[in-house]
């Protein structure tokens, strides 16, 4: 017998107590907080799948560094090795620490003036497209023809529909700011980009004179799934794979949050004197020192250790094997899911789990809020309650392209054993399914409406 059971390439040393809940207690916390998950409180949620962003654990060496950390103002040897691991990874000269993901995206777009411009994208992620707009610039999605259909298994579904890349840059008339891949692609399912693509997309690019971005958040998840199923990339380390991708690159914004395997933290890199000069004014003026950026001197040593660690190919063969196993499982229950699984999250096709909930109703959210109430489970909606809302240039209100509901599993936080409960959680909400309601607004924000929209069930 070949013995084939893929376990958590960790022990855990330090543990952090799960308070039981019940299902009166859910309901009441649903209604106290509007129906809307990002405030119902982190000790009321039994397994949350929220976001991966800043959730993950950190390893002994990330702590070990963190007391290395060195708080001097300007110059700190924090900074040094932050920076050193940067560019040794992504050949970047310029390196921007920032607090977080956003902040490199808000500094890239204001210091490219994006304004009256057109970024595109395979899917801008909700803070990208919030940034871009707030800008005054107008955000396009062109994903691969391909992912639309979320039932068919195509492995590279963050890839960028290369055709209708070349019809935009082509067009005189549109002005294209940048060209913004997001690998893997978050809000299109978690799906990998293929490096045939991204050298495809980065040709075109530099031939039309436009610069070429990578939302890198999730780097090494998508060179993971180029080096598993990209041909004559096998033989190939993450590490050398990684390497290639950002160097296909004008300029990278990442959040720490994730393939950082850290708390907080984030940059901005590119190559571009004058660019990156900019950036480092509007920096200072509202992060801080561009030796710190917005974080501390510990923070900025856990992500340089962090940086290393998730290109190891024991950890993200476990990452990617157990995600991969929410989503089998799932299924099993039939429950829709995004196929095939991506690499941080499973995401529920919530209009084809719920087809009686019409999409202003929002399914997603309603799937949620039963995946809460069913089993204390915390996902995230990714539908027309995140990305509907008014058109800031039309004023008419839109749906979205898509309603899933998204479960993202932390970084080396939880086990099989949670995992097999959440698919238990799923199996029961399936069986409840057709009892279900959608949900209406009652009060929102002008931006960003799903963290802080109140709703109530229809
Ligand atoms: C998380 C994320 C961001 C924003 O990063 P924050 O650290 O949350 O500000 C941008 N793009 C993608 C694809 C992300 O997943």
Not at 30 to 54: C, M, Y
Not at 185 to 202: E, I, K, T, V
Not at 367 to 386: D, K, N, Q, S, W
Request: one cysteine or more.
């Amino acid at each position: 017998m070949v013995i084939t059971t893929i376990f958590e390439p960790f022990r855990i040393k330090s543990v952090e107590p799960i308070r039981m809940t019940t299902r009166a207690q859910r309901a009441a916390a649903l209604e106290h907080a509007g129906w809307n998950l990002f405030k119902i409180k982190a000790d009321d949620i039994l397994v949350d799948l929220l976001t991966d962003s800043g959730t993950g654990a950190m390893s002994a060496e990330q702590w070990a560094a963190m007391m290395r950390g060195d708080e001097s103002y300007a110059g700190a040897s924090s900074w040094f090795r932050f920076r050193d691991r940067v560019q040794e990874l992504t050949g970047f000269q310029h390196v921007i620490p920032t607090h977080q993901g956003r902040a490199a995206e808000r500094i890239l777009f204001s210091c490219l003036q994006v304004r009256g411009k057109t970024v595109v994208s395979n899917t801008c992620f909700d803070t990208t497209r919030a940034n871009i707009e707030a800008q005054g610039g107008r955000a396009i999605d062109i994903p691969t023809p391909l992912a639309k259909d979320t039932q068919a298994s195509h492995p590279w579904k963050g890839d960028i529909d290369l055709a209708a890349l070349e019809r935009i840059l082509g067009d005189a008339s549109q002005q294209v700011a940048c060209v913004v891949h997001t690998i893997t692609n978050n809000s299109g399912g978690g799906q990998p980009a293929s490096l045939r693509n991204l050298r495809a997309a980065s040709a075109m690019c530099k031939k039309a004179g436009v610069p070429y971005y990578l939302d890198a958040c999730r780097f090494a998840e998508n060179a993971w799934f180029i080096k598993l199923r990209e041909e004559g990339q096998h033989d190939r380390s993450v590490e050398s794979i990684a390497r290639e991708m950002f160097r296909l690159a004008d300029g990278a914004t990442f959040s720490a949050k994730k393939d950082g395997l850290a708390n907080i933290g984030g940059f901005l890199a590119s190559n571009d004197d004058a660019l990156a000069a900019q950036e480092e004014q509007l920096l200072i003026l509202t992060e801080g020192f561009p030796t710190y950026g917005g974080l501390a001197g510990r923070d900025l040593d856990a992500i340089a250790v962090g940086l290393r660690e998730v290109v190891d190919e024991d950890y993200l063969r476990y990452r990617i094997v157990s995600t991969k196993y929410l989503g089998d499982g799932l299924r099993r229950h039939g429950v829709p899911i995004v196929e095939p699984p991506g690499g941080h999250a499973i995401y529920i096709d919530a209009r084809a789990f719920l087809p009686h909930i019409p999409q202003e109703a929002f399914p997603g959210q309603a799937a949620a809020c039963a995946f809460y109430l069913e089993g204390g489970v915390r996902g995230c909606e990714i539908g027309t309650l995140m990305f509907g809302g008014r058109d800031p240039l039309t004023g008419k209100s839109r749906v979205a392209a898509q309603e899933l509901l998204r479960l993202a599993i932390p970084r080396r936080v939880y086990t099989q054993s949670h995992i097999d409960y959440v698919v238990e959680v799923g199996r029961e909400v399936a069986a409840r399914k057709r009892e279900l309601t959608g949900f209406r607004i009652v009060e929102e924000p002008a931006q960003l409406r799903h963290f802080s929209a109140r709703l109530l069930p229809l």
